[in-house]
């Protein structure tokens, strides 16, 4: 089952700003356990999806039995803190964009688009170079059509 977020049943919960963000928050379940979506949604524009052909997944596993499979209060901390991190570097280059980010069931996932794998773990590298090591995993795809963010689309489409 898939849901958004919001204040009451089926109503999407956006987030405003004078720029009318069009950013999401969403809801499934997974496994019995329930998984955060966050996103914005829309594909961008054909120049961006031919710019960024690498689907990028920042992956964090973590124990969260014990509440519900969402992270323990410490490593969110540390979650927020990498992410805002790969935010800002984010707004300072364009050799990646996220696509969506994803928290529950023991794993957290940030997942972007970037032109080349060597590009996003140089930034990253240099981005992180003063933080402490995250028990993270990076993999990349090759996805041009952005098929994998098009997917997470029509999962929520009308819900």
Same mark, same amino acid.
């Given at each position: 089952?898939?849901?958004?977020?919001?204040?009451?049943?089926?109503?999407?919960?956006?987030?405003?700003?004078?720029?009318?963000?069009?950013?999401?928050?969403?809801?499934?379940?997974?496994?019995?356990?329930?998984?955060?979506?966050?996103?914005?949604?829309?594909?961008?524009?054909?120049? /961006?999806? $031919?710019?960024?052909? +690498?689907? @990028?997944?920042?992956?964090?596993?973590? *124990?969260?039995?014990?509440?519900?499979?969402?992270?323990?209060?410490?490593?969110?901390?540390?979650?927020?803190?990498?992410?805002?991190?790969?935010?800002?570097?984010?707004?300072?280059?364009?050799?990646?964009?996220?696509?969506?980010?994803?928290?529950?069931?023991?794993?957290?996932?940030?997942?972007?688009? /970037?032109? $080349?794998?060597?590009? +996003?773990? @140089?930034?990253?590298?240099?981005?992180? *170079?003063?933080?402490?090591?995250?028990?993270?995993?990076?993999?990349?795809?090759?996805?041009?059509?952005?098929?994998?963010?098009?997917?997470?689309?029509?999962?929520?489409?009308?819900?």
């Amino acid at each position: 089952m898939l849901s958004f977020l919001g204040f009451g049943k089926g109503k999407a919960q956006e987030k405003k700003s004078t720029e009318k963000q069009k950013g999401i928050i969403g809801r499934y379940y997974e496994n019995d356990s329930p998984v955060i979506m966050k996103f914005v949604n829309e594909l961008p524009n054909e120049n /961006t999806i $031919k710019k960024l052909p +690498f689907l @990028t997944v920042v992956s964090w596993k973590y *124990e969260g039995t014990k509440n519900n499979g969402m992270p323990p209060k410490e490593i969110n901390e540390r979650m927020i803190i990498l992410e805002e991190a790969l935010e800002t570097s984010m707004n300072e280059t364009d050799i990646f964009t996220h696509a969506y980010s994803r928290t529950g069931n023991n794993l957290k996932e940030l997942v972007y688009y /970037t032109t $080349k794998q060597d590009d +996003f773990m @140089t930034m990253l590298n240099r981005t992180l *170079e003063k933080h402490d090591v995250y028990p993270i995993e990076i993999n990349f795809y090759e996805d041009k059509e952005w098929t994998d963010f098009q997917k997470v689309l029509n999962d929520f489409k009308n819900k």
